[in-house]
Structures are given as C-alpha cells and as structure tokens.
C-alpha cells in the first residue's frame, strides 16, 4: 500500500514539473505570435493614421522600442508574477476581469461535459449492441456528423427550432433583465442557490439547456466513437463470451462486462476533448450572448484590447496545462501501469 | 492492392461511407470550378427584392441586400474550400519535414520537437488560429495562413508515429547496410511509405480546416465581407435569424457540414484502410 502511494506520489511531483516546459513552450507560442509576426500590435491602440510622434509615443510606452529579447523575458516574468497588466479600455486589473468571465465559461463547459457524456456513451453502447442493424451505421454518421458540424451553426439552429418556432426556451443571455445573482462564487448557477433565488436559478438553468446540447453535441462525436468501437471490442472478449456460456442476461453483460471496462478510455478522452471545447465554447458564447472566456476574448479582439487579448490567452494555456495534468494523475490512478 | 481488394474494401461500412466521402468531394469540385457557370443569379448583385423566403425564383431565398443565397453559397463553395486546402496545404512541409526528421533521429531531437508539437497540439485549435488572424488581419490568405498554424503538430505526430513503426523494418536496415546517407535513407526509403498516410491526414485537416476558416469568418476575423464565403453568409444572417429569417444561416451551415463531412470520410475511410489492423 505505502510503496502504490509513494509511487503514485513521485509521479504526480515529476508530472508537476514536466508542467513547466509545456506552459513555457506555449507562452512562447503566444509571444511569438502576438509579438514577432508581422502586425505591430502598436496599432491595436493608435490608428495608423495617427502622427508618428503619438505613435513612437505610444511604442515607448508599451515597451515594443527595447530589443525582442528583453521583451520577452518581461513578458514571462510578468506572466510568473502573475501580472497580466491592465486593460486599455477599463484599466481595470486583467486578472480581475477574466475573474468575472472565466467562472461562466466554466460552468458552461461543465454542462456541456454531461450532456456529451450522456449522449456520447449512451449512443455508443447502443450502437455497439446493434451494430449489425442500421443503427450501427446511423450512429458512425451522427457521430461524424457531430464532429464535423460547424458548432455555431448548429447553435442557430437549435434556437430557431425552440426559441422561435416553439417558443419553449429563451434565446440568448444568461439571465432575465428583470433578474440579478448575488456574486459570490461567480458560477451563477450555484450563486442562486447559495443565496436561494430561485426564480433567477430557474431563469439561468433554462437559458443555459441549448447552450450545453449545442457544445455538448459537438464534443459526444469523439466519445461516441470511442464507446461505439471499444464495447464493440469488449463484447467479442472471451470473459464476455465465458459469461454468456453462463448464461448471463445480455443486459448485465453489456452494462457489468463491456462497458466498465470500455470506459477508462472514454474518460481520459473526455480530459482531452478539454481543449475542444474551449474552442467550441468561443462560438457557443457568441451565438447565445453568454458573456464567458470566449465573448471577452472577441470583443476585447474587436476593442483592440491588446493586454487583455494576450491576458486570455495566456490564461487559455494555464486551464490546458492544468487540466492536462488531472488527467494524466486521474488516468494514472485508475491504471498503474502508467506510473511504470 | 488490386481491384479485388478495393471490391472489398467497398463492401464494409466504412468503404461505402469513403465512398460517400469520394462523391460529396467530386460534386463540390465540380460546382467550384464551374461556379460561374452554374450560378443563377450575380453573387453580388443587390437586387430590392431583399430577405426573400426559398420559392422557384430563388430556392435558398435572398438575404438582407437581396442576394441570391443559392448563387452564394455556389460562388462561396470556391473560397471557402479552396482556403482551407490551401491552409492544409501550406503547413503540410514543415509538419512532415519535422516528423520525418524526429522520428528517424530520435534521440534528444525527438523528445524536444515532440514535446513542442504536443503542446501546440493541446492548445484549442479555434483559439490560436483566431491569434494568429488577429495579428495578420482578415484577408483569403492570412486566414489561410491562420487556419495552417493548427495542423502543423497534426502532420508532425502522424509522419513521426509512421516513421518509427518502418525505421526498424528490412529494407531500411539492408539501405543502411549498403552504406545510403541518413539523408538519402530519408528521402528514398522512409518518406515515400509516409506518403498515402499524410494523403489521408491533409483530407482531414481540410474538413477542419473548412471548420475553422467558416469559425474565423463567422466571428468578423476571416474572409472580408465582399467575397462570398459559407462562413461570412452565416454571419450576416447573424443580425437576421432571429426574427425569422431562417434560411439565410440555414443554407450555408448545410454547405459547411456537408463539405467537412465529405472531407472527413474520405479521409478517415483511407485512415482505415491503411491501418495495420487491416493488413
């Protein structure tokens, strides 16, 4: 037991610093292309139309005049010390604005993480069952399909179909204009509850349902395959075929035997789809106003809002180094081998 | 592989659905290069008759400057498609150069380059092709070039895994033996084995290219509003969709999806086919 532990215990110290590399590779990422590609971000702030004093001005100020490589190790100190500057527009602390933000996308992102795993190892279980019916080769298409939709359009339609034509769900925004959330946590659904709003909870909750099909759709395509092909595997399985010789319901043997053992996989893919679904997220929160991540990182784009641009950005690579970490501990967990 | 074996190969779901795939892509070459030639109407001819239900005159309907949609999405098919194989296209070198050259040297070399790509990898595609598109501008070919900066790790990881399952194989050990470069080894034994996988890789980085440039455009970061691109016609039923206008958004997302899908099938079902499972 104490030698599982301290194992597993060297693994996650020495998956903790392989963290810093890949954070260090993206934010270099991120310099070189908001910093060295052609495209003075100078002109993210000052018209190029403005006089050249008001421009070298501004470039002095910004600190684009000194040499590259001081630029750089300024940026990452700032990044390490966790200053991300101040926004051009507000002036507020970028931290504390995507403070404001980050809490919406998450609790986004978490509910379009249930409705793909819902329907992803739902369809792919039943598919697999039926893999010699047409349902089989249904569900290859819907999955690709969900897989290769373009995500926002998919969004639109889904409110045409139940905010216009059938008038059952709000269409955009995360809240009634009549309504307010105490900010506590800043996760709005739980701030309702904490606080005992319902009415706002009740309000929120349904205007969150086709935000969370349409990014959990477009993410169940990948998950759906994995289930579909691994129970498809596992039901050929000698101990699948060793149950069924003792006379073991079909059903038990399809949700006791193949599935579990198909799901270790489908888990870690879940981990992996993180980053889909922030990309996802941004045209999610486009279509339905949501005003998470993604919204401010486009209308911060739009805002010539450079510090808050980068700001997003650099805390996108965070989120992904981090999650790619619980991952690689959760998976770690579940299988020793990988500790090896 | 002879014709009995593709006989077979069609048979099996996924040879039909490659199939499938193989049709949608022939059908949209045809109606892109023969654009003006099939469209009905000018793309870009405003016209009174402006957001327009499908009927006979116009079957997708006109939209808010009374463009015909079907001559649209028609004309827009070129530059949408065309963009994203150009975006598929202009990292496919470099991916597959640093692939090659990881997988065959190994060593410290690997562990580097890998470690690189696979960050880039994990990073959300949508994300850095909307950094780099900000930092370029909008334009046909900064989007091109944007929707390019993904795939880069995409081909790296399929050349370098294919690298390393043929490096230790005979006859790259007997051209070692006879005394071949490193170089010579590269170019004439390992790369042409490379090449049906990195085919079947670039269709499905095109499907996703078709993705992100309709992603960029929609967001105002792509292809400029003159030219007729699926993505910018979605973004202009943006202002109209909700109030009933359905079909301006309607049609060009089915134009998208269909055009990924094609691209997605064709490739995964060659993916398939060359997968060491089959053999």
């Given amino acids: 037991m104490s030698s599982k532990s301290s194992g597993l215990l060297f693994y996650i110290v020495s998956r903790i610093l392989l963290i810093i590399p890949m954070l260090l590779i993206l934010l270099t ?133 139940f905010a216009i034509q059938f008038r059952v769900l709000p269409a955009t925004g995360i809240l009634d204009t009549s309504l307010s959330i105490t900010r506590i946590t800043g996760l709005p659904a739980l701030d309702a509850l904490i606080t005992g709003n319902m009415r706002a909870f009740v309000d929120h909750v349904a205007r969150l349902i086709l935000p969370s099909i349409t990014l959990g759709f477009f993410i169940s395509g990948n998950i759906n395959r994995m289930t579909h092909s691994n129970v498809l595997k596992a039901l050929n399985e000698d101990y699948v075929r060793a149950a069924r010789a003792r006379g073991i319901k079909e059903r038990v043997i399809l949700f006791k035997y193949a599935l579990k053992n198909s799901l270790i996989p ?26 998470g991540m993604g919204s401010l990182l486009v209308n911060s784009i739009f805002r010539r809002d450079y510090p808050l641009v980068q700001g997003i950005i650099v805390v996108y690579a965070l989120l992904i180094s981090i999650v790619t970490l619980i991952i690689d501990i959760i998976y770690a967990y579940i299988d020793p081998r990988i500790r090896l | 592989m002879n014709i009995e074996e593709i006989r077979k190969i ?112 994990a990073f959300p595609s949508l994300i850095l092709a909307i950094s780099v598109a900000t930092i370029l501008g909008a334009g046909i070919l900064n989007t091109a070039l944007a929707v390019s900066t993904v795939f880069v790790p995409t081909y790296f990881r399929v050349t370098r895994g294919h690298v390393l399952s043929i490096k230790s194989k005979e006859f790259v050990e007997a051209a070692r033996l006879m005394g071949a470069s490193k170089v010579s080894i590269l170019l004439k034994d390992i790369f042409p084995n490379t090449i049906a996988s990195i085919f079947a890789i670039f269709s499905v980085n095109t499907a996703w290219g078709i993705l992100i440039e309709a992603g960029l455009s929609f967001l105002g970061l792509g292809i400029p509003p003159p030219h007729p691109s699926w993505g910018t016609d979605i973004r202009i039923g943006r202002l109209y969709y909700l109030s009933g206008y359905w079909w301006i958004i309607t049609f060009p997302g089915l134009a998208i999806l269909l055009a990924s899908l094609g691209f997605t099938f064709f490739g995964q079902g060659i993916q398939r086919i060359l997968s060491p499972e089959r053999r």
């Fill in chain 1, 29 to 161: 990422l991120i310099f070189i292309i908001l910093r060295v590609l052609p495209g003075d971000p100078v002109y993210f702030i000052v018209s190029p139309q403005a006089g050249e004093h008001i421009i070298e001005q501004t470039r002095h100020e910004l600190g684009l005049d000194r040499p590259i490589w001081e630029q750089y190790v300024s940026y990452l100190m700032g990044v390490f010390r966790g200053d991300l500057g101040k926004s051009y527009i507000t002036k507020d602390n970028v931290w504390s604005i995507i403070g404001r933000h980050l809490p919406i996308t998450i609790e986004l992102a978490t509910c379009g993480l249930f409705v793909a795993a819902f329907l992803g190892i739902s369809f792919g279980t039943f598919a697999a069952y039926k893999s010699k019916s047409w349902f089989g080769v249904f569900n290859t298409i819907l999955s690709t399909i969900a897989y290769t939709m373009p995500v926002f359009w998919f969004g639109m339609i889904l409110q045409i179909l």
């Fill in chain 1, 266 to 291: 489908v888990i870690t893919l879940l981990g992996m789809n993180f980053a889909r679904m922030l990309s996802g997220s941004v045209l999610t929160e486009t279509v339905f106003s949501i005003p």
């Fill in chain 2, 10 to 121: 069609l048979r099996t779901n996924e040879g039909k659905l490659m199939f499938a795939g193989l049709v949608i892509l022939v059908t949209l070459s045809v109606i892109a290069i023969f654009a003006p030639y099939i469209i009905p109407y000018d793309p870009s001819k405003t016209t009174p008759d402006i957001l327009q239900p499908p009927s006979l005159k116009h079957l997708f309907g006109t939209d808010n400057l009374g463009r015909d949609l079907l001559s649209r999405i028609i004309y827009g098919s070129r530059i949408s498609i065309s963009t994203a194989l150009l975006g598929a296209l202009v990292s496919l070198p470099l991916g597959v150069l640093l692939g090659e050259i990881s997988g065959y040297l190994g060593g410290k070399i690997d562990k580097a380059l890998s470690m690189i790509m696979d960050s880039i990898y």
